[in-house]
């Protein structure tokens, strides 16, 4: 059982490159989730899925795009990387109903813009 | 809205001292609260939960209590090792809500 997977793992960026960070998830969970990890800010929502086909933004959704075509995939995109992206990116996935109350997270995608 | 104040870091002990870190929260209605730990270069992983008042979640020798009076969900282990060193996130979810949110996070690191 894969859970979570992001690819890559590591990317650096030149200013201005778009780029996409993918994530897939083979637990069938509608709910999906992308952070970011900077220092002394904990995790901090980017846009998150409650299933195929919706989408919506989360704290800090500027400059990021996402798109939920299938149940098992959920793509964040890039479109114009600066250097105030440079962070530790996780995916998340969780499932429907009062007992899938936690999330599983991908390894994360360590993004480097120069 | 919903949020989640958990005890700054760093925090260093050594081996077999007692931790507690602190965990409290701003939320309506009856959230779900979590502990989730993140070892040096991994992801996320699920620590303990607790889904109702006065629930106590434990694993690998933590606890943690929901307490509903006093909003807290503290981190606890009697004696810790060093492979308990990591990164601790204290985090809820909304009993109406399908978005997860997390505390700051808490570095431990435990000397032998």
């Known amino acids: 059982n894969a859970g979570v997977t992001q690819t890559p793992k590591f990317q650096v960026l030149k200013t201005g490159q778009s780029m996409t960070l993918q994530c897939a998830q083979d637990m069938n969970h509608e709910y999906m989730s992308w952070y970011r990890q900077d220092p002394g800010m904990g995790l901090r929502l980017i846009h998150y899925?409650?299933?195929?086909?919706?989408?919506d933004q989360g704290e800090v959704p500027n400059g990021y795009n996402v798109s939920r075509s299938t149940t098992e995939d959920f793509p964040l995109r890039l479109l114009s990387a600066a250097p105030s992206q440079t962070s530790v990116y996780f995916c998340?996935?969780?499932?429907?109903?009062?007992?899938?109350?936690?999330?599983?997270f991908g390894q994360g995608t360590r993004l480097t813009v120069v | 809205g919903n949020s989640v104040t958990q005890m700054e870091g760093p925090v260093t002990l050594s081996e077999e001292a007692f931790l507690t870190i602190n965990c409290t929260y701003t939320a309506t209605g009856y959230p779900s609260l979590f502990w989730y730990v993140q070892y040096p270069g991994e992801g996320l992983q699920l620590l303990l939960k607790?889904?109702?008042?006065?629930d106590k979640g434990s694993n690998k020798g933590f606890e943690a209590t929901y307490r509903k009076e006093t909003t807290s969900f503290h981190l606890e282990k009697g004696s810790v090792q060093v492979s308990d060193s990591a990164v601790y996130f204290c985090?809820?979810?909304?009993?109406?809500?399908?978005?997860?949110?997390f505390g700051s996070g808490t570095r431990l690191s435990i000397r032998p």
């Open positions: 607790a889904t109702k008042a006065d």
């Open positions: 899925s409650v299933g195929a086909g919706i989408t």
């Open positions: 985090a809820l979810r909304g009993s109406s809500a399908s978005k997860i949110i």
């Open positions: 998340a996935s969780r499932g429907e109903g009062a007992g899938n109350t936690e999330a599983f």
